[in-house]
């Protein structure tokens, strides 16, 4: 009985010992939240900067515009690379900007499918190109002979040379304020480089894990038509607790596009040191009917359609000091 009471002692002692430290490392971390310093843009803006990295968003009263090198300083203070930078649109540096935060490192992969008459989809790789490629022509002629006009199709090209492109990126934008969530923003946007051969209606999709719950969206697209810029605001549509989408139409032959979907949304603290996860899907149809869409967790269902569809998915860690 005895050793068993001094077990007993030990053990309570040992405990005692190791909850100031987890406190304490609570307390760091909170305090990091909390503290901030002001870092001066240009003479005519200064941004709040936390100590864990983020920046604080910029309230704009008097919703002036900021100008291209303060969203590149802003961006730069929130961790993003000169190469990322340049990849985003105007529309999206500015809106990434003005929500502050601090950008997660994070890892995107992209694919393209082709989606046959017969309801297979084709996942196209460089061992098959050709095959797919040959696959792809067929059905632009069958399609050519069902609807009585002529469907022409841009051959295939890799998913790092053609006049589509598409990333997602992630922010950390701080703790809900009853500080039980982490929040971030996960933004998916694509481009096209110059203007696709069908032009119709496509769809741009993103899920999260089940964990997760949005709190804000918002969609954005950017035609560009002899250097001026045509910004559209399509409603966001959710889809169930796991994921949003909108469709979007194209009205007229451009020479680039651009556009973006991004979800704030909010993540239990208990999920901190776990693996983050959220994928997209953006479908081009060749013809006229558009693709309902299904998402659950981690997954984008379209209905049947014949056309393009390209598939990424954008993965992190899930921590609440992300530098």
């Known amino acids: 009985m005895r050793k068993f009471t001094k077990a007993c002692f030990v053990l309570s002692t040992v405990f005692l010992l190791l909850v100031p430290v987890v406190n304490a490392q609570e307390n760091v971390d909170d305090e990091n939240e909390q503290n901030s310093e002001l870092i001066r843009i240009d003479s005519d803006l200064t941004i709040e900067k936390k100590f864990d990295g983020r920046v604080f968003p910029i309230l704009n009263s ?8 303060q969203q590149d300083a802003i961006l730069k203070e929130m961790r993003f690379t000169e190469d990322e930078i340049q990849s985003m649109s105007p529309g999206e540096k500015e809106s990434t900007a003005l929500a502050g935060g601090v950008k ?3 890892q995107t992969t992209l694919v393209q499918y082709f989606n046959a008459s017969d309801g297979k989809k084709y996942l196209i790789t460089d061992e098959n190109r050709d095959e797919i490629e040959a ?10 002979k069902e609807l009585n006009k002529e469907i022409q199709i841009q051959p295939l090209s890799t998913v790092k040379d053609g006049i589509f492109s598409a990333r997602g990126h992630v922010t950390y934008q701080g703790k809900s304020p009853n500080a039980t969530e ?8 694509f481009d096209w480089s110059s203007t696709p051969q069908n032009l119709l209606t496509d769809t741009l ?9 949005s709190v804000r969206s918002q ?3 950017n035609t560009v038509v ?3 810029n045509n910004y559209k605001y399509p409603s966001v549509i959710p889809e169930g607790l796991y994921g949003s989408y ?12 651009n556009g973006y979907l991004y979800n704030d949304v909010r993540i239990p603290i208990s999920e901190k040191g776990h693996t983050g996860k959220f994928v997209a899907k953006y479908a081009h149809p060749w013809t006229l009917g558009t693709p309902a869409v299904s998402i659950g967790p981690l997954s984008i269902s379209f209905s049947s359609f014949i056309g393009d569809e390209w598939y990424w998915e954008t993965i992190y860690t899930i921590n609440g000091q992300p530098v």
Do not use: C, I, P
């Open 246 to 257: 909108f469709k979007f139409a194209y009205t007229t032959r451009f020479d680039s596009m």
């Open 205 to 213: 999709a993103h899920a999260w894990q089940s964990h997760s719950t």
């Open 219 to 221: 969609a954005v697209t």
């Open 182 to 189: 982490f929040e971030y923003r996960y933004h998916d946007s």
């Open 104 to 106: 997660v490192d994070s």
């Open 62 to 69: 008097n919703n002036q515009k900021l100008t291209s090198d």
């Open 135 to 144: 696959l792809r022509q067929q059905e632009a002629k069958k399609l050519s």
């Open 226 to 228: 002899l250097g001026s």
